[in-house]
């Protein structure tokens, strides 16, 4: 896993090296619309591109769900790749620094490596399963805080599937009242790596896809913290909700969740 892992290393400094040589010069005729407010570009096709070829090399036999192929069946192989080429796709194309490559090796169904790449940030969280989590090298664990009333939260706001609105609004509500603030970072990959690293205390969402949690999951695991669905199935990489916190302050997340999901 060590040496599968320096090949992704070095696959995302390629990735990275591409997208910070066209971020910022991005023209609107060569953005689409996969769907509502959904953006794709060049940008995110040619990373993906990049890290398909690369990511086969690295590991002959196995395959890849990624966004951009937009393959999210469930054909899980003995090794699967699910990767995100440009997590943040928006905050990319409106030139915010916070977007991310994510990508993740699952052992039949589940995460072994895990990489979130922040280029602009220059930082790059990665895990081993078993092995611990590291950001640029130095080992990570999840915030101590066991205080809701003393904790930031990361979320995503629906912007394409709004069938959950009014739940949504109300643990929105129960946060913004019980916690220091809530955090709306615009990557869901960040935002599990941030939790992994301590910086936001929690996280929750709903609506993702398997390419925008997979690495997530496994740095916040190995970061000490615990990664289910709201009902508490820890087999969350393709159920489409998250939450995502330390042992302590979990269960009064999902307390808050339950209640309305």
């Keep these: 896993m060590e040496e599968v892992l320096l090949k992704l290393k070095s696959a995302c400094d390629t990735v990275g090296a591409f997208q910070l040589k066209h971020w910022n010069r991005v023209t609107a005729d060569a953005v689409n619309d996969k769907s509502l407010n959904q953006l794709v570009s060049f940008?995110?096709?040619q990373s993906e591109q990049i890290l398909v070829e690369a990511l086969l090399a690295a590991l002959p036999g196995s395959t890849i769900i990624g966004e951009e192929s937009a393959?999210?069946?469930?054909?899980?192989?003995?090794?699967?790749?699910?990767?995100?080429?440009l997590d943040g796709t928006t905050n990319y194309l409106h030139g915010l620094p916070v977007f991310s490559i994510s990508v993740a090796l699952l052992h039949h169904g589940e995460p072994v490596i895990g990489i979130v790449d922040c280029p602009v940030l220059n930082e790059r969280f990665t895990a081993i399963k078993g092995q611990g989590a590291y950001l640029n090298g130095t080992r990570i664990q999840v915030a101590t805080n066991d205080s809701l009333s003393h904790s930031l939260l990361a979320t995503g706001f629906p912007y394409h599937n709004f069938a959950e609105m009014q739940s949504y609004l109300d643990v929105l509500t129960h946060f913004m009242h019980n916690t220091r603030g809530l955090r709306r970072m615009g990557s869901a990959a960040i935002d599990l790596a941030y939790t992994a690293c301590?910086?936001?205390?929690?996280?929750?969402e709903l609506?993702?896809?398997?390419?925008?949690?997979?690495?997530g999951v496994l740095l916040v695991r190995e970061a000490g913290g615990v990664v289910t669905t709201f009902n508490g199935d820890s087999s969350v990489i393709f159920e489409k909700q998250i939450v995502a916190a330390s042992q302590s302050l979990y269960p009064k997340m999902t307390e808050v969740l339950q209640g309305s999901f």
């Design 198 to 204: 301590g910086r936001f205390d929690g996280f929750f």
């Design 71 to 85: 393959s999210e069946n469930r054909v899980i192989t003995e090794y699967t790749w699910v990767i995100d080429p």
């Design 207 to 215: 609506n993702l896809s398997p390419w925008d949690v997979a690495a």
């Design 43 to 45: 940008v995110d096709q």
